[in-house]
């Protein structure tokens, strides 16, 4: 894994910004999976910019999203809403492009099948941009005895639930649609983003090197290709 540290979230997600860019200048059809939430924002908001000055820069980057809240009363708050506002539209994304998860499909299960079927087709993930969670979760792979590999309802922890994205709606949802694990490390190639309060032992955990699934980022130290930038 390689490491870096910044001393501000500006620094750090300029340097994730040009990591995105690399690669989109490479091979500017990529997969590129997108965390939803705080640690990426700045990240998305720089590569709108650069979108700015050159125009039709991703208009071929296709966008799968990592994870969707279940049982939203309103589309404020998803990741749906977040992706559109921060990712597809500043970036001008079309929307054959996206393969967004229906948070209201009337039978979840299937909508992991299809999903699942679809990274097939479209996989695998060039780039994923990932957050950590306070408690160490990657999108909703929460740590548990037994960790999924693939596409799956997730029950939500506490701490998901404590989440900014949703600290308006009314009532808390307890699931999620996620990716799994082994549809994560997959990726080509691994962008973690760690800024924010209440992440050092998350993040001791996983700089330690020991891999356990009661903190599942830990298991980024089995994949090769793994840029973390890190807010201290
Ligand atoms: C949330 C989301 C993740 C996100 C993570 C960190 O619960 N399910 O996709 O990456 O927690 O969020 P933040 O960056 O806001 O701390």
Not at 105 to 125: T, V, Y
């Amino acid at each position: 894994m390689n490491v870096n540290y910044f001393s501000n979230a500006e620094a750090m997600s300029r340097s994730a910004a040009d990591i995105v860019l690399e690669e989109v200048r490479r091979n500017p059809e990529l997969l590129l999976c997108t965390a939803t939430g705080s640690s990426p924002k700045k990240l998305y908001q720089i590569l709108a910019e650069e979108n700015r000055q050159q125009m039709s820069l991703f208009q071929k980057v296709r966008i799968i999203p990592l994870d969707e809240w279940i049982g939203l009363p309103t589309p404020e708050g998803s990741c749906h809403t977040y992706i559109d506002e921060h990712i597809l539209r500043p970036l001008q994304i079309p929307i054959e492009h996206y393969f967004g998860f229906n948070r209201d499909a009337a039978q979840l299960e299937k909508e992991c099948g299809r999903i699942q079927e679809l990274l097939h087709r479209e996989g695998p993930i060039d780039v994923c941009i990932l957050g950590l969670g306070k408690n160490g979760h990657l999108g909703f792979n929460e740590p548990a005895d037994v960790l999924q590999p693939h596409c799956h309802i997730a029950s939500l922890s506490p701490q998901s639930q404590e989440h900014s994205m949703i600290e308006n709606t009314p009532s808390k949802p307890t699931k999620g649609l996620t990716l799994g694990m082994q549809d994560i490390l997959a990726a080509k190639k691994i962008i973690l983003v760690v800024s924010g309060e209440g992440k050092e032992k998350a993040t001791q955990r996983l700089l330690s090197g020991d891999i356990s699934n009661d903190c599942p980022a830990s298991w980024l130290s089995k994949h090769d290709n793994v840029d973390c930038l890190i807010v201290n």
